[in-house]
């Protein structure tokens, strides 16, 4: 006899076995096609995208539930949950004598592992059915582990309309994750599969809140007398269901890099992403209809993205809002200089403050102007490069070269798109090609990683790519330049020009098409884009007045923290420089050293300012004077001795921009009243002749332009002309130069020659 329960046991592992080959347990339901859940880095759903039967489900691990849930859950449901095999024939037999005493079922006698039976494959509540679950959860029990089933309960338990386990409840109705749940919330949620649909806390709270309690009744024992005491008191309120919507352009990026992943897991910062969309929001009431806004925010350290706002309103379909400008390759203006004044910094071309010109220049028929409509005369680097001035820019880049520009640029990560069969050339870099926001913000960040930049990186997992975009001192230099504000920065009331450790670029398109601005911190990198996507102009948009303000905005709340002490590189030292050679003012004559200033230099080497691109020879001349007078002489009429003058020569186009007391000092002097005779007259300085200072010039009625024929007396060799400062033509001296003024205006005529000599006036066209 004593065998005998041995033999049963051996004959029902049997048949379990045997049933479980021929009619296996449906376990890969909980595999099947599921909703799919988008997570920041703590696990906050940034978006959850409900599965094929618009199921609201997220993916949850047993270690992410609080140990509370889990005791509610088997101390309500299921206490002998660890040690029956599936059954609990206990439980059965209670529930049985219950049916029979009252004529209704009273007690349903499943155990946990029945009802993932039946989640997992539906079964009608009659005793065949029951059987049936019963069967299931014999060989769930056969096949799981007690966590994976509870597992399974914890995704799939019914909790209300479309939401499906216990993450998806919690997030929906207290807005918090399952990990964190009191013993009050724990219990409510561990009673809601009961009824569903009559017990959701944000329609019946009343009923919610009974079945609470008696939840909280079955744990007398298990939890202590005061927790629970205090939990009985907790209200329950619960909010309305709506589905998260944070980054959800982001989430609908990453669901098409990962279409069959349930749960994908960003590097996004939530707290981080909500402020960021918080602040886009407000500046919603200020902007006009149709125009949108992207910002992107990355970890200098990881590369990982903290906050990606890829539309300004998700939900206002009037400015795009699923369109993500974060991808979208637009013009970026002049949002591009950093990096041309690092790539030459690094080709040996210039030093912080190398002398450049604000004037109007013509490069091959290239004629920019500034956004200010103005220029500046002689401007060094720094100060180029923080106005934002675009002759100078355009003038760098025809030393450097466009075309290796923008393969620097590619090889350093950022990629430029060209007009279809374009090839580079100098408009690239006032906004003639297209970048988009995260190629921009990555490249940005190179000034706060030693020169290297990096793509954005979205998943924990995903590799990090890296790509040296500037040296490490040609780094230092360009943030240190860009951290020192200027007058744009000004424009900003409080803006980042006021606070070091933020360096930062505005750029604007052609047209007021985009408007940029991008700032790196020791922490962060962030960039911002405003305008329509469909590529209309909004007149007066422009990176300082629009986007500038959304930049401070976000790097008020996103990095609050005073910049770290940086020491320049070994690469990196300064310099006193003289202007307008370019050199160290250490062995420059002070004769020659027109204008001092201290300049970062790069690798120990301070290259000359430009050669003149209006006239030939050598930066320094030697000259002649007579002695007793200081004006110009030369062999043959001098009256006396002469003195050998060694002297810097400026760019001929920026001697008209030079001050008077600076002109004094820096521009060749009047020849002699001898050497001005036995040449003529041609040595007496260089004056224009026909045309009066003031003059007005008016054309006849709706007739041709006004043609006038500009002439000059004196001079030497060639003459150069120039109208408003750029240059309109050249002809060898004592020669006219005819030209047609297209339009009415103010003009200002000056003539130069090589030597130095030139006159300007003054006239208007009417």
């Known amino acids: 006899m004593s065998h005998r329960p041995r033999w049963w046991l051996a004959a029902l592992l049997t048949l379990l076995l045997l049933a479980d080959q021929l009619f296996p347990p449906p376990l890969q339901g909980h595999k099947a096609p599921q909703a799919q859940v988008v997570l920041a880095r703590d696990g906050t759903p940034l978006r959850a995208f409900p599965d094929r039967e618009h199921i609201w489900r997220h993916p949850v691990r047993f270690d992410e539930v609080s140990p509370r849930y889990i005791e ?27 049916w029979l005493q009252n004529g209704r079922i009273v007690s349903g006698g499943s155990t946990l592992t029945m009802q993932v039976a039946r989640l997992l494959e539906p079964t009608p509540r009659t005793p065949a059915g029951k059987l049936r679950q019963m069967v299931r959860a014999l060989q769930i029990e056969l096949r799981c582990s007690k966590r994976e089933i509870l597992e399974i309960y914890l995704r799939l338990a019914p909790m209300g309309g479309v939401l499906e386990g216990v993450e998806a409840a919690s997030r929906a109705y207290l807005g918090k994750p399952a990990q964190r749940l009191s013993e009050s919330e724990a219990a409510l949620l561990a009673a809601l599969p009961q009824a ?6 944000d329609r019946h709270p009343e009923r919610a809140r009974l079945a609470r309690d008696k939840v909280l009744a079955r744990m007398a024992g298990r939890w202590s007398a005061s927790a629970i005491a205090d939990a009985r008191q907790e209200p329950v309120i619960a909010q309305p269901v709506r589905e998260p919507l944070l980054a959800p352009l982001l989430a609908e990026r990453l669901r098409r890099l990962q279409p069959h992943a349930a749960r994908i897991e960003s590097t996004v910062d939530a707290a981080m992403q909500q402020m960021v969309e918080q602040i886009l929001a407000t500046r919603l009431g200020i902007l006009p209809p149709r125009v949108s806004m992207a910002a992107l925010v990355i970890d200098n350290e990881t590369l990982e993205v903290r906050a990606y706002a890829g539309s300004a309103d998700f939900s206002d379909s009037e400015r795009f809002a699923h369109v993500d400008m974060v991808q979208a390759a637009r013009s970026p203006g002049s949002a591009l200089k950093p990096f041309l004044y690092g790539l030459a910094l690094d080709e040996g071309l210039i030093h912080s403050e190398s002398l450049l010109a604000d004037v109007p220049q013509s490069f091959a028929g290239y004629q920019p102007g500034n956004f200010q409509a103005s220029f500046s005369g002689p401007v060094g680097v720094s100060e180029a490069l923080q106005r934002s001035l675009n002759v100078p820019a355009v003038e760098v880049l025809e ?25 580079a050339n100098l408009s690239v870099i006032l906004g003639g ?17 030693a020169g290297v930049s990096g793509r954005p990186r979205y998943l924990a997992g995903s590799p990090l790519v890296e790509t040296r975009m500037l040296s490490d001192g040609a780094a230092f230099i360009i943030r240190d330049i860009l951290e020192s504000g200027g007058p744009v920065a000004r424009m900003v009331d409080g803006g980042i020009g006021s606070r070091r450790g933020i360096a930062w670029k505005t750029g604007t398109s052609f047209g007021f098409r985009d408007a940029w601005a991008v700032g790196v911190s020791d922490r962060h990198t962030a960039g911002v884009w405003v305008g329509r996507p469909d590529g209309t102009p909004n007149p007066g948009f422009f990176g300082a007045n629009i986007a500038a303000p959304l930049l401070v905005d976000i790097f008020a709340v996103i990095d609050d923290s005073p910049p770290a002490a940086r020491i320049p590189p070994p690469s990196v ?69 002469m003195r050998a003058v060694e002297m810097a020569r400026w760019p001929a186009a920026l001697e008209p921009w030079l001050d008077q ?41 709706d007739g041709p332009p006004a043609t006038l024929r500009l002439e000059a007396r004196g001079g030497e060799h060639e003459l150069i002309w120039l109208l408003n400062g750029r240059q309109i033509g050249r002809v060898p001296a004592g020669q006219p130069l005819t030209w047609s003024f297209a339009q009415p205006g103010s003009f200002q005529v000056t003539v130069m020659d090589h030597a130095g000599q030139h006159d300007r006036i003054e006239i208007s066209v009417r």
């Open 72 to 98: 509610a859950l088997i101390g309500f449901e299921d206490r002998a949950f660890w040690w029956h095999p599936g059954v609990n024939p206990w439980a059965l037999l209670r529930a049985g004598v219950l």
């Open 196 to 201: 569903p649909s009559l017990l959701r806390p």
């Open 399 to 423: 030393r450097l070269g466009p075309q290796r520009f923008v393969s620097q640029l590619r090889r350093g990560g950022l990629r430029l798109e060209l007009p279809p069969g374009a090839t």
């Open 433 to 449: 090609a297209a970048v988009n926001l995260e190629g921009l913000v990555g490249a940005y960040s190179a000034l706060a990683r």
């Open 573 to 641: 030292n300064s310099a006193g420089i003289c202007w307008p050679l370019g050199t160290r003012s250490e062995g420059t004559p002070t004769a020659l050293c027109h204008q001092r200033r201290t300049a970062w230099i790069l690798n120990d080497t301070a290259p000359p300012t430009f050669p003149d691109r209006l006239r030939t020879g050598p930066a320094r001349q030697t000259d002649y004077r007579d002695p007793p007078t200081g004006q110009r002489v030369r062999p043959g009429c001098a009256s006396g001795s």
């Open 661 to 701: 007391g600076l002109r004094k000092r820096a521009l060749l002097p009047p020849w002699t009243t001898a050497c001005s005779a036995s040449d003529g007259g041609s040595g007496n300085g260089l004056r224009i002749v026909g045309l009066s200072d003031g003059e007005t010039i008016r054309s006849a009625g």
